[in-house]
Each structure stands twice: as C-alpha cells, then as structure tokens.
C-alpha cells in the first residue's frame, strides 16, 4: 500500500515563496513507476488539478493560473515529490496534496492528507 505524506506548507506574504515535499512509501515497488500530481482545495471550493509528472520526470503539466510561478520535481532515489512555488498570490491560498497515479491510467488512487498553505496580501 503506498502512502503520501506532504510537508512544508505554512504562511507567507504575497510574493513570496515556499516548497512543498511528498514523501512516498511503499511496501510494493519503486515509488518511480507512478505519475504523481499535486492539487490544492480553497475554502468553499473544489479540489483542483495544480501540476503533475510522469513516472520518470520526464513531462510535466500546471494549470494555467500557476504556469512560470510553480515547478513539480521528483527525485526518485529519495521517493520525494516537490513543488517549487514563488511568487505567490493570496488565490494561491489552500490545502494542497499530493497524488500518486500507481498504474499509471491517468487515475489519482492515492492521496496524501494535505498541507495548508496561506498568502496574504
């Protein structure tokens, strides 16, 4: 069973930056045979799609509203998933998790619990 776990979100003033970590285990396999992804959810909203990449790193994807602010990363060695997020904006504002996609069918089955991540202007 794999299990995510996201660290490193916290409170920050618009413009400012922060990273997030998703830490994989697993008792089945290699944690880089997955896509991964990360989404966030405001207050009062839906879960949204932020970013993903594939198994091995090499294609990613962001939702518009954060394309040249956000970069996804993974180092497989360390079963970790990072988002890099700078210069951000009070709509940033929510709980963000990370995703695994372990058969890789464009299904999120695993979630991680969630971090919160706060911007004020």
């Known amino acids: 069973q794999v299990q995510l776990a996201e660290s490193g979100g916290g409170s920050v003033q618009a413009g400012g930056s922060l990273r997030l970590s998703c830490a994989t285990s697993?008792?089945?396999?290699?944690?880089?045979?997955?896509?991964m992804g990360w989404f966030r959810q405001a207050l009062g909203k839906d879960r949204e799609f932020v970013s993903s990449?594939?198994?091995?790193?090499?294609?990613?994807s962001y939702t518009d509203s954060v394309k040249d602010r956000f970069t996804i990363s993974r180092d497989l060695a360390k079963n970790m998933l990072y988002l890099q997020m700078n210069d951000l904006k009070p709509e940033d504002t929510a709980v963000y998790f990370c995703?695994?996609?372990?058969?890789?069918?464009?299904?999120?089955?695993?979630w991680g619990q969630g971090t919160q991540v706060t911007v004020s202007s």
């Open positions: 995703a695994a996609d372990v058969n890789r069918d464009n299904i999120w089955d695993i």
């Open positions: 697993t008792f089945e396999r290699n944690s880089g045979w997955y896509h």
């Open positions: 990449i594939n198994w091995n790193g090499g294609k990613t």
